[in-house]
């Protein structure tokens, strides 16, 4: 796959900047944000799918980005850590309805 990089426009003063620059070339402006590899953009996507509190992590790191894409993805792990948190309560509370089923099924061991 082709790694296409597409001109960019500084935030500030919305100048066309190099992807890579540190800093804007017309006004100064830091260009901290650097665009997230596409690996590491699926890490932070599975990251958030699976294990839920780390995608918070993300989210908080990058949805302030200067970055675009940067942000999408903060937005993208926030959106999928409610969404893995939500499934995760779920299925923790079927789990435990069940076993409270299954000790109510035994009076001896419950009080
Ligand atoms: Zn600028």
Redesign the pocket.
């Known amino acids: 796959m082709p790694d296409i990089q597409l001109p960019t426009m500084?935030p500030?003063?919305g100048?066309v900047?190099t992807p890579g620059d540190i800093f804007?070339s017309?006004?100064g402006?830091a260009l901290v944000a650097q665009p997230i590899h596409i690996g590491q953009q699926i890490n932070i996507i599975l990251i958030s799918l699976l294990l839920p509190p780390f995608g918070l992590v993300y989210f908080f790191k990058y949805f302030k980005s200067e970055n675009s894409s940067n942000k999408r993805i903060g937005y993208i792990a926030g959106v999928l850590t409610i969404v893995s948190t939500i499934f995760v309560t779920w299925t923790t509370i079927g789990v435990w309805q069940g076993i409270q089923q299954t000790f109510s099924q035994y009076p001896s061991l419950s009080y």
């Open positions: 500084c500030k003063c100048g900047i804007c017309h006004c402006y």
